[in-house]
């Protein structure tokens, strides 16, 4: 009976565990825009970030995002917002897992 205890004892530190695991993920998500504080970021700091090529990046927001509202193209360069930034950051993420 103790071993059964023991056992969802073990299992609910695990689950515990994994949602700390998530905040640490998101709370270094929001670090980075606290750090960079911008309205906008540049594609090039996604490309860091995620290390995915630009044009995959490019592709991701072509399919994904609202162009002017999500992300917009100012003097040839590509930036984003900043919720943009860190759900593309997150996706990568998670996908890599």
């Known amino acids: 009976m103790s071993a059964t205890i023991d ?52 592709s991701h927001l072509l399919n994904n995002f609202e162009p002017d509202k999500d992300f917009n193209n100012d003097g040839g360069k590509i930036f984003v917002s900043g919720k943009t930034f860190v759900s593309i950051k997150e996706y990568y993420a998670n996908k890599s897992k």
């Open 7 to 58: 056992d969802k004892v073990v299992e609910k530190i695990f689950e515990l565990s994994k949602q700390v695991l998530q905040l640490t993920k998101k709370v270094d998500n929001l670090s980075v825009l606290l750090d960079y504080q911008p309205d906008k970021f540049p594609l090039s700091s996604l490309v860091q970030e995620t290390g995915k090529t630009r044009q995959t990046i490019r």
